[in-house]
């Protein structure tokens, strides 16, 4: 008798894990972007708020139990997001094995390649960006107390190649969001001509929107405006 395979490891149940995984990353990314921006009001609001991240759900948590299990469950969905995209690029890779010599260029590989390498990039970033403002170990002040601080320090004009590394990644992750959003709005039913032109339009003004709100802290820092 053969044994049936699971839903979830099927193509669409693959798809949905995709989805909801990158439903739930493009969430986080828009609060902590809002986040970052309230270094824009002032060192003692920004302390204040990252402060306040560690006492969400307190008295009813512990101090910082809000967060540990918010990294965890995106810990989780990063994985499970990577995991469901390499099993479905594998399969679609082993379903057409023979390369045809003239074969007509899919305009979906230029996205595909860039979601394959922005993806690396993106991630090296989250584990260097974790090291430096979460547990403060490569950052030059690493001042758990003074939040707005280690900002500074971190985008000071001598470190200039931190912020290229930062300004890399996110462009990288600019490219990334706006191929998972119109995959996700042509999901939605844009699936008609004009709905997909819609569709990329939507996508493209998410990304830089996103993009631009995630650069302009370290760059408000390089050119001294946030000091």
Same mark, same amino acid.
């Given at each position: 008798? &053969? *044994?049936?395979?699971?839903?979830?490891?099927?193509? /669409?149940?693959? *798809?949905?894990?995709?989805?909801?995984?990158?439903?739930?990353?493009?969430?986080?990314?828009?609060?902590?972007?809002?986040?970052?921006? *309230? +270094?824009?009001?002032?060192?003692?609001?920004?302390?204040?708020?990252?402060?306040?991240?560690?006492?969400?759900? &307190?008295?009813?948590?512990?101090?910082?139990?809000? @967060?540990?299990?918010?990294?965890?469950?995106?810990? /989780?969905? %990063? #994985?499970?997001?990577? =995991?469901?995209?390499?099993?479905?690029?594998?399969?679609? !890779?082993?379903?057409?094995?023979?390369?045809?010599?003239?074969? *007509?260029?899919?305009?979906?590989?230029?996205?595909? !390649?860039?979601?394959?390498?922005?993806? /690396?990039?993106? @991630? #090296?970033? %989250?584990?260097?960006? +974790? #090291?430096?403002?979460?547990?403060?170990?490569?950052?030059?002040?690493?001042?758990?107390?003074?939040?707005?601080?280690?900002?500074?320090?971190?985008?000071?004009?001598?470190?200039?190649? /931190?912020?290229?590394?930062? &300004?890399?990644?996110? %462009?990288? @992750?600019?490219?990334?969001? !706006?191929?998972?959003?119109?995959?996700?709005?042509?999901?939605?039913?844009?699936?008609?001509?004009?709905?997909?032109?819609?569709?990329?339009?939507?996508? #493209?003004?998410? =990304?830089?929107?996103?993009?631009?709100?995630?650069?302009?802290?370290?760059?408000?820092?390089?050119?001294? @405006?946030?000091?």
């Amino acid at each position: 008798m &053969t *044994k049936s395979r699971s839903p979830i490891r099927s193509n /669409v149940g693959l *798809k949905a894990v995709m989805a909801v995984t990158g439903i739930l990353l493009m969430l986080f990314l828009i609060a902590h972007m809002l986040g970052n921006l *309230k +270094i824009f009001t002032g060192e003692t609001a920004f302390d204040h708020y990252g402060h306040w991240l560690r006492d969400v759900g &307190t008295p009813l948590l512990p101090s910082t139990w809000f @967060l540990w299990i918010q990294r965890i469950a995106l810990l /989780v969905a %990063v #994985l499970g997001h990577i =995991a469901a995209a390499t099993v479905l690029a594998l399969r679609a !890779r082993a379903a057409r094995p023979v390369r045809y010599a003239h074969r *007509k260029p899919v305009r979906g590989s230029y996205a595909a !390649r860039t979601m394959r390498w922005g993806g /690396v990039i993106i @991630l #090296l970033f %989250v584990i260097y960006h +974790i #090291l430096d403002l979460t547990t403060g170990h490569l950052n030059p002040q690493g001042d758990s107390s003074n939040p707005y601080g280690n900002v500074v320090a971190d985008f000071a004009p001598e470190r200039w190649y /931190v912020t290229l590394f930062y &300004t890399l990644a996110i %462009v990288a @992750l600019g490219f990334h969001l !706006r191929h998972g959003a119109f995959s996700a709005f042509r999901s939605l039913g844009q699936q008609t001509p004009r709905g997909e032109r819609r569709a990329r339009a939507a996508a #493209l003004v998410f =990304a830089v929107a996103l993009c631009a709100g995630y650069l302009a802290v370290p760059f408000a820092v390089l050119t001294g @405006l946030v000091a």
